[in-house]
């Protein structure tokens, strides 16, 4: 017998049962005493998805109403019918499922423990519930009673539901643990139980478990496929992703949406523009193209790839933005050297009344350098304070390379001063900020301050500790650090770090030094670090040094003009003409053109920039005239000029005393 659940003055009690019920009703019984309808449900699977679209619909009232029936009906408790407990156990477990969904977990532990049957769907709940509130330990903890009571309390969902919390490197074991399981319960075959188990071993940065577990799988469907890929392209290793996304596209199986997505971002990362352009063809095809994430996702693959033009046009042309979408293009500028485009984009975007995120506005704040408007870095920090993104730790982190950057160092430490929590990248910030203004004592004193507030340095902190160190001499301190990185934080150096402990050699003076340093490196020299050996050669004028780290610098990087330029200069102070002409001479015969270099500075507002002998700014004659009158007052005082950098303006004096 079913029983048959009334509901009576609900239109009265709960204004919104009406719309909810109406599909599900049976019966509409007249009482003849009385003046009001009864609404009758007299089905289980009914009663089931009316919890379940309450809790949905966030109708919590719903829930103990009819939990407070069923415990009325007589025949739910009677485990004698062997036909009717299957029934009332959708309904306990339906009932749970509620509670555990509308946040209410003591009821669900209270309603779990009375409950007179239970089956593997229960135990089964009450883990995802808690597990889905982020209540790890009590739903590990519900796991491993189902498990004291053996492995028929196991399924399939339940294999699943349990890897799917362990999503990060300190639950590895738990997956392998989980794993062991599988196989002893039978599961070892299950498709969906091998997808979860690639999945967490992905995410928990096993990577190498999850393609052995890929490769073992007999069957395999396209979620197996893309979360194989998918955890690859997450894991950074994008040509493996690529190629296996290419070996999928030849099989049987064709890849959805979310694969596509990862073989984009595959892309990306190997900054693989062919491949990337041939994929965003076979989505045109399909009709994908359009798909939020995917736009995104190739905007961001043809921003990292340098076709700025292309990453524009999708923006340009979508049928639907999003933040993502607007962030995505704004650092897409900014990657690219399009600083300007991105403060116009960005600005267009407020007066058009889009609605900011912070994740724009900090993506907006990475594109201020030295030559950007502090007028405009200011206006932005009025408007995240009106839009309350003042407590948004990247926001803050981003305000403070601002200011730092466009040389208000102030500014920097007062936002840094009132960030409350700081994390590692605030300190870093800070950090270089003041390394940045040359006030490498104060950056040692901040990094000591980190410290004590118990946060792990990264590379980095360490890369702005070598630039402090380097800026004020402290090369013991500088060696220091390089020694601390590697053997107690274990950060394994980059380049930057090798390059700035030579520059850090060099500018002391330590040129034999640096180069000894340099030849004891456990990687290969690149770049940077012969820059810095031969901006060090400059500094001291050390030509025969310089011309080694010159001859090492064209061959890693036959077009930079660094060498040529660096070079000439080393010749001009030592007043080697003649070898100062066959540079330059050089650099024009290989086709190197030196990147002109800019001064600027920022009135009312708006920045003035200038150019080595500017004749383009409007006011430029009376510019010139104020400069030269300027040093020759300089020069009147007892100011001895360096010819090497000014034998321009030095003509422009002579002219005046002339005349």
């Known amino acids: 017998m079913k029983s048959k659940w009334v509901f009576q003055k609900l239109n009265s009690n709960f204004p919104f049962c009406s719309s909810l019920i109406s599909p599900f009703i049976t019966k509409i019984i007249q009482d003849p005493t009385s003046s009001t309808s009864k609404l009758v449900l007299d089905n289980y699977v009914d009663i089931s998805r009316l919890l379940s679209i309450s809790a949905k619909e966030g109708h919590f009232h719903l829930g103990p109403s009819l939990h407070a029936s069923f415990i009325k009906t007589f025949e739910s408790f009677d485990n004698q019918n062997v036909y009717n407990v299957p029934n009332a156990t959708v309904i306990w477990n339906s009932l749970l499922s509620f509670y555990l969904k509308c946040d209410q977990m003591r009821n669900a532990v209270k309603l779990f423990d009375d409950m007179p049957m239970r089956d593997t769907v229960s135990w089964n709940t009450m883990v995802s519930g808690f597990l889905r509130n982020g209540e790890f330990d009590m739903g590990f903890g519900f796991f491993k009673r189902s498990l004291e009571l053996g492995f028929y309390q196991l399924d399939q969902a339940s294999f699943t539901i349990i890897l799917s919390a362990c999503d990060r490197p300190e639950l590895s074991l738990v997956s392998k643990m989980i794993h062991c399981l599988v196989y002893l319960c039978g599961y070892e075959e299950e498709v969906t139980v091998g997808n979860a188990l690639i999945t967490s071993y992905f995410k928990c940065g096993s990577g190498s478990s999850g393609r052995k577990v890929f490769g073992e799988m007999r069957v395999r469907n396209v979620i197996t496929w893309t979360a194989v890929i998918s955890g690859l392209v997450q894991n950074q290793l994008y040509e493996v992703g690529l190629k296996l996304f290419v070996k999928m596209r030849l099989g049987l199986i064709n890849p959805n949406s979310l694969t596509y997505l990862s073989s984009v971002m595959a892309c990306s990362g190997l900054q693989a523009l062919c491949e990337g352009r041939q994929i965003h063809g076979i989505l045109w095809k399909l009709g994908l193209q359009s798909d939020l994430c995917i736009e995104s996702a190739l905007m961001d693959m043809y921003s990292k790839c340098g076709s700025v033009e292309d990453a524009w046009q999708i923006f340009e042309f979508a049928e639907e933005l999003d933040g993502v979408s607007m962030t995505v293009i704004l650092v897409g500028f900014a990657q690219n050297g399009f600083e300007e485009e991105a403060m116009q984009l960005f600005v267009k975007m407020v007066k058009a009344g889009i609605e900011i995120d912070p994740n724009m506005v900090s993506a907006v704040l990475g594109v201020f350098g030295v030559d950007t408007s502090l007028g405009l870095g200011k206006q932005i920090h009025s408007l995240i304070i009106k839009s309350d993104f003042t407590s948004n730790p990247f926001v803050n982190n981003g305000l403070i390379n601002m200011y730092s950057k466009c040389g208000d160092l102030e500014d920097s430490i007062k936002v840094f001063s009132r960030m409350a929590p700081r994390n590692s990248v605030s300190w870093n910030s800070m950090i270089a900020a003041f390394a940045r203004h040359g006030n490498g004592f104060k950056a040692?004193?901040?990094?000591?301050?980190?410290?004590?507030?118990?946060?792990?340095?990264?590379?980095?902190?360490?890369?702005?500790?070598?630039?402090?160190?380097?800026?004020?001499?402290?090369?013991?301190?500088?060696?220091?650090?390089?020694?601390?990185?590697?053997?107690?934080?274990?950060?394994?150096?980059?380049?930057?770090?090798?390059?700035?402990?030579?520059?850090?050699?060099?500018?002391?003076?330590?040129?034999?030094?640096?180069?000894?340093?340099?030849?004891?490196?456990?990687?290969?020299?690149?770049?940077?670090?012969?820059?810095?050996?031969?901006?060090?050669?400059?500094?001291?004028?050390?030509?025969?040094?310089?011309?080694?780290?010159?001859?090492?610098?064209?061959?890693?990087?036959?077009?930079?003009?660094?060498?040529?330029?660096?070079?000439?200069?080393?010749?001009?102070?030592?007043?080697?003409?003649?070898?100062?002409?066959?540079?330059?001479?050089?650099?024009?015969?290989?086709?190197?053109?030196?990147?002109?270099?800019?001064?600027?500075?920022?009135?009312?507002?708006?920045?003035?920039?200038?150019?080595?002998?500017?004749?383009?700014?409007?006011?430029?004659?009376?510019?010139?005239?104020?400069?030269?009158?300027?040093?020759?007052?300089?020069?009147?005082?007892?100011y001895v000029p360096n010819k090497r950098f000014i034998l321009h303006c030095l003509d422009q004096v002579e002219v005046i005393d002339n005349s």
């Open 444 to 638: 040692l004193e901040l990094y000591e301050e980190m410290k004590l507030e118990g946060v792990e340095p990264t590379d980095v902190t360490f890369l702005s500790l070598l630039h402090a160190c380097s800026h004020v001499g402290l090369v013991n301190k500088g060696m220091e650090f390089l020694k601390s990185m590697t053997e107690v934080h274990r950060i394994s150096p980059r380049a930057e770090h090798y390059a700035c402990v030579v520059d850090m050699l060099g500018r002391a003076g330590l040129l034999n030094e640096a180069r000894s340093f340099i030849e004891q490196m456990p990687v290969k020299p690149d770049v940077l670090v012969w820059q810095a050996l031969l901006g060090a050669c400059s500094i001291h004028g050390d030509s025969e040094m310089g011309k080694y780290a010159a001859e090492k610098l064209f061959l890693a990087q036959p077009d930079s003009p660094a060498p040529y330029i660096l070079m000439a200069n080393i010749y001009s102070c030592s007043g080697r003409w003649k070898e100062r002409a066959k540079a330059i001479k050089r650099m024009k015969e290989m086709g190197v053109d030196k990147e002109t270099g800019i001064s600027w500075i920022e009135i009312e507002k708006q920045v003035h920039s200038f150019v080595v002998d500017d004749k383009m700014h409007p006011q430029a004659d009376t510019i010139h005239g104020v400069l030269a009158e300027l040093l020759r007052l300089m020069i009147d005082e007892g």
